[in-house]
């Protein structure tokens, strides 16, 4: 399964970003997709996480400001960013596992996009 991220880039404090994923060499509407990221000295934390059956789980801190979807005919996962904030700054990165279920942490996760750099700054 390869992946590729695409949407990243600077944006102001209270603006918006959506990020895409596109899946490829894979079963899409069978892989569990995440959506993690990763500042300079923090650890990849979860961002958001859709199962094959469109369960969602969110971290803790963008509950309420960011949506994770799918499209399986496009072989594509999206991340709606809304009223992004400094502490958004990151490498995000689109992730897939085949295992059955919704996960949240990196470490099940078998496939790794490339990330993408998301940087909130005025």
């Known amino acids: 399964v390869q992946l590729v991220e695409s949407g990243g880039g600077l944006v102001q404090p209270g603006g918006s970003l959506r990020l895409s994923c596109l899946a490829s060499?894979?079963?899409?509407?069978?892989?569990?997709m995440g959506w993690f990221r990763q500042a300079p000295g923090n650890e990849r934390e979860l961002v958001a996480a859709?199962?094959?059956?469109?369960?969602?789980n969110y971290g803790d801190s963008v509950k309420g400001r960011i949506t994770i979807s799918r499209d399986n005919a496009k072989n594509t996962v999206h991340l709606q960013m809304n009223s992004l904030k400094h502490e958004d700054t990151a490498v995000y990165y689109c992730?897939?596992?085949?295992?059955?279920?919704?996960?949240?942490?990196?470490?099940?996760?078998?496939?790794w996009g490339q990330g993408t750099q998301v940087t909130v700054s005025s």
């Open positions: 992730a897939a596992r085949q295992s059955w279920g919704i996960a949240s942490t990196p470490q099940l996760y078998m496939y």
């Open positions: 060499g894979g079963t899409f509407n069978r892989l569990n």
């Open positions: 859709i199962s094959s059956t469109g369960v969602t």
